[in-house]
Each structure stands twice: as C-alpha cells, then as structure tokens.
C-alpha cells in the first residue's frame, strides 16, 4: 500500500478549496418515498471478553453517560412561545443589522428592504435547525453501526448510551422544528454525501472518525454559537442539553481512536488524514446555505462568493472547527506523513486551533449533565 498522498482534487473533486462555482454545483434531491437507502458492508463483532472497566476512561465515561440521561418530553420547557420574526430581528440588531459586512452592490440583494432580510432569517433558521435534525440522525445510524462493529465491550457499552443520546436529539429537534418555527428543509447536498460516505464504509473507525470527532466536533462548536446568538430560552436550554451530550461523544471518539490509531501503519493513517481533510472541505461547504438562496429566489451563485470574502464570515467559519483541530492533534493525524494535513487544514484556515484544549480533557466540564440552574446561566 503506498503512503503517497492524493492530490486535492483526487479527494474533493476539485482542484481550488474556493471553487464556489464547483461547490455550488452539487445539489441534493428529495427521495419521493422519502427515504434514501445507503448500502454498508461491514462485520457485526461479538465479544467473549466481558470484562468491564478494562478501558477505564471509556468505563469512566460510560457511567457519566448512565447519569446524564435526560427526557426530551418533560425536561425541556416546551410551553414556552416562540416567535420566531422577532428572534431573527433581534439577533440582527446584536450583529450590527440585516446585511452587515457585506458589500452586495449590484445583486439583486442590495435593494431588500427589512421584509426581504427578515424572510431570510427565516428561512436560514429552519434551514440551519433543519440540517441539525438530519445530522442527529446520521449520528443515531452512525452510533447504532459502532455498537455492532467496535471488538470493545466497553466501547460497546458506551455507543449504546449515545444511540439513546442521538435518538433523542433527533426527537427534540423534529419538535422544534414542527412546533416552533416555520418550515423544514430537506438534507444540504454536502452533508449527506458525507454522512453517505461514513455509513458505507465498512472500518469501525472510520465511522468513528467521520461522525464522533468530525461531524460530532463540528456541531459541538455549532451548537454552542447558536447557544450564545438565541434568545429563546426554550432552544438555549435544549442546546444545552444536546451539547453536554455531544461532548461526551467526541471525547469517546478521541479516547477510542487514540489506542487504535497508535498501532496503524503510514499507509493506513495517511487514509485517515485524507478523509478527515474531505470530511472537513464537506462541512465546511455545507454552511453556504444555498438551499436558502435558491428558496428566496435569489442565484447563490451571484451573492456566495460575496459573503463569503466578508472577515466576519470567515472567522466564524475558522471556529467551527476549534473542536476538530485539536483532537485531530490528539489522535496524531496532523503531523503523519510529514504534515500533510496540518498543511491541508492551514489551506482551510482553521490551524490556529491546533493547540486548544482537546475534547477528551473538556468532558469533565461539559458532560457531567447539566442541572436546571446552570442552564439558567
């Protein structure tokens, strides 16, 4: 097997990370039967070795995880009214009002009025809780994949808890969407051939590094933005919940993959730093909501390329990946193969990260499971 590299385009699909008109280019399309198949050809593991605590950080974990349980229906106020206009007009106002740090002169967007602008933070709202929804449940499969596959009983024990995790978040965020805001969307095009791509690959760690520490690790940083930006009490607490959950997951990811990537050849890491860079070029295309442009009428062809030069946009996207960065450190991908993807996650501008505290050591404070009066902070 050869320790070679790919070529950028070999991986993505393009040879320019920016290549908003190849980004663009790939879209997704609704199944009429509304589901979509993914075939996986893998091993399901039993295990003789019944011996628990043999891996004492994932025991650790697993019995926080056994306390941390939590009730979508009854521990989250759902009698709390959510008028979803003047969340996205407020947190306008927060950020400086509709449209700014954008130059948009010459598309059809520089003449929207407040109306305009308000229908958009609409719509992006049901957007960004509706590709929440499908994440949650790539992860539900994801994890479900990982109890069968991973040859560890403690490992076993622990994915079992996160199932549960995941299908709760998938119930809370359908309820959320179907109860308080105003529409569904259906899956970013990006996404779901990301999530394709980790459900058939038939590797137990691979399902672990695509979903625990790249997508998981993602949408820890995601939900904790939307955390700090909402003023509605009803999704900051259920963002919290989901968040204490989360960072339980990278960290069984990061604790996991550690052992296992300490005994892989050259050959084999190097496949793994090529996912982790097309895992990371796939989410990070997901959020030019283009979904959203094309519902407003408006070419996102003609006005992604401007937002996305703005600073303010491109810093927010850079901390998406603070989570991803550091345990990609952890896990010694960064620097197999000379550097390649500390070269390649430099391209993507998110390297500065490489040093912050890595999810396994932050679990302690984020996933002992929240009481009410914390989240009340």
């Not at 709202?125 to 009983?153: D, M, Y």
Request: charged share 25%.
């Amino acid at each position: 097997m050869t320790t070679e590299m790919s070529s950028t385009e070999q991986i993505i699909g393009r040879s320019e990370i920016d290549d908003f008109e190849a980004i663009l280019a790939v879209v997704g399309k609704e199944e009429p039967d509304g589901r979509h198949p993914v075939h996986s050809d893998y091993e399901s593991i039993f295990t003789w070795d019944y011996e628990k605590g043999a891996r004492p950080k994932l025991n650790k974990l697993y019995e926080k995880a056994k306390k941390a349980q939590w009730n979508g229906e009854t521990d989250l106020p759902w009698d709390i009214e959510v008028d979803q206009e003047k969340l996205v007009l407020a947190q306008a106002e927060s950020t400086g009002g509709f449209g700014a740090g954008f130059d948009l002169t010459g598309t059809p967007v520089a003449k929207w009025t407040e109306k305009e602008w308000l229908a958009f933070g609409v719509e992006s709202q049901n957007w960004t809780l509706s590709q929440f929804l499908h994440g949650e449940q790539g992860a539900l499969i994801c994890t479900a994949k990982i109890v069968e596959s991973v040859p560890w009983i403690d490992a076993k024990y622990y994915a079992s808890t996160q199932v549960m995790d995941e299908a709760r978040h998938v119930e809370v965020f359908g309820k959320y969407l179907d109860e308080k805001l105003s529409g569904h969307y259906p899956i970013n095009a990006h996404l779901g051939l990301l999530l394709d791509d980790i459900i058939r690959d038939s590797r137990w760690d691979m399902t672990y590094l695509g979903m625990q520490i790249m997508v998981e690790g993602l949408a820890l940083a995601a939900f904790g933005f939307m955390h700090q930006m909402t003023g509605d009490p009803l999704l900051k607490t259920l963002l919290r919940y989901v968040m204490a959950d989360e960072a339980r997951h990278v960290a069984f990811g990061v604790l996991s993959l550690e052992e296992y990537y300490s005994h892989l050849s050259a050959a084999e890491l190097r496949e793994r730093q090529e996912f982790a860079f097309e895992a990371a070029v796939r989410m990070r295309d997901r959020f030019l909501q283009q979904e959203v442009w094309d519902r407003m009428g408006i070419d996102p062809t003609v006005v992604v390329p401007l937002i996305q030069q703005a600073p303010d946009r491109t810093q927010f996207q850079a901390l998406l990946f603070s989570k991803i960065v550091p345990n990609c450190k952890k896990l010694g991908l960064l620097d197999a193969a000379d550097g390649w993807l500390r070269t390649k996650f430099t391209e993507l501008g998110v390297i500065q990260f490489e040093s912050w505290t890595d999810t396994a050591e932050e679990t302690d404070a984020m996933a002992e499971g929240p009481p009410m009066e914390r989240l009340a902070s």
